[in-house]
């Protein structure tokens, strides 16, 4: 799942057309806290940091290419105003872009360092569409009503969960208000997630599955289910988590699986007789894949309201 926009209309030297270029796309200071996080450099002398990105390449809402690529703080060694760029093989967006073209930018919302770059090409009518929504502006952020989550707020959410996880555990809360921002929202969600993944070894609860790219990325089909949901004052502890795959997590929820008090797997009879819920009915009685930490191991209290609530609906 990725976030929304933010956006930058290309210059010529952004672009695989100017002479001599340092073969990148410059990122405007005024975006840079929507980019992915950057290691702290104490003087504009000091040197170049960078970070390995995987980012999906489309033109013209058609994709061209999966590639590394990097983003870098390049100081120029104090010899000019240092700057942040994207490089290194951005070739197939680069080469079919011109100066005034829209570059739409978005992270993924399961990692920081998986990205998308979108060109939009002027004469098309998508690019018409983001002119008339962006006027003059330069770059921006494309949805103001649900703006990209900026670092700052990653961060912030990352202590949230990390304070909720030092204190005892707690499966209901009112911390997350009705009221909050949809970037709060997300902001949570995140880091729930984060925390979630590090306690069960970025694998599924139930399944013990794990995934990873050869391309870096990490965790796909991965998701982090409260089990008390959020909209029923589910907390943000992991004791109220479980990591499941994307299928589990939708029949988690639909309450088609649960866990038993004696903390193994529970799919209801209703369930299991249903030709066709083979892979569901093999899940049942066995044994739960704990957290590492006992303090954030999943709740007897969020599976017992989980049962009652989810589960007793199947039978």
């Known amino acids: 799942m990725f976030d929304t926009f933010v956006y930058k209309r290309l210059a010529n030297n952004d672009t695989g057309k100017a002479a001599g270029h340092q073969a990148g796309i410059v990122i405007p200071k005024a975006i840079s806290d929507f980019f992915p996080s950057l290691p702290a450099i104490s003087e504009a002398s000091g040197p170049t ?145 984060r925390n979630l993944l590090i306690q069960y070894d970025y694998r599924c609860a139930f399944t013990g599955r794990k995934f990873l790219s050869p391309l870096g990325t990490s965790m796909i089909g991965l998701d982090a289910a409260h089990v008390v949901p959020v909209a029923e004052r589910g907390s943000d502890h992991p004791a109220n988590g479980l990591t499941l795959t994307k299928e589990l997590h939708w029949a988690f929820d639909q309450g088609m699986v649960g866990v038993a ?38 709740s007897e209290l969020a599976l017992e309201w989980h049962r009652y609530n989810r589960v007793a609906r199947m039978r």
């Open 49 to 193: 940091v960078d970070a390995e990105l995987v980012a999906d390449l489309f033109v013209d809402g058609s994709k061209v290419s999966t590639v590394k690529t990097r983003y870098q703080y390049q100081t120029w060694g104090g010899t000019r105003s240092p700057e942040r760029r994207l490089t290194s093989n951005l070739g197939a967006l680069r080469n079919l872009a011109s100066a005034g073209d829209i570059l739409l930018f978005r992270k993924s919302l399961d990692d920081d360092y998986c990205v998308q770059l979108h060109l939009v090409r002027r004469g098309t009518k998508e690019f018409e569409r983001l002119e008339a929504h962006v006027g003059t502006s330069t770059w921006g952020v494309l949805d103001r009503e649900n703006p990209p989550l900026t670092n700052s707020q990653i961060s912030d959410s990352l202590k949230y969960v990390q304070k909720q996880i030092d204190g005892p555990p707690t499966v209901f809360s009112d911390e997350r208000a009705t009221n909050q921002t949809i970037s709060m929202r997300k902001a949570r969600d995140k880091a729930f997630r």
């Open 261 to 298: 008090r004696d903390r193994t797997i529970l799919v209801p009879s209703t369930v299991r007789n249903i030709s066709g819920n083979e892979f569901l009915r093999d899940l049942h009685g066995r044994p739960l894949r704990e957290a590492k930490d006992a303090s954030c191991r999943v």
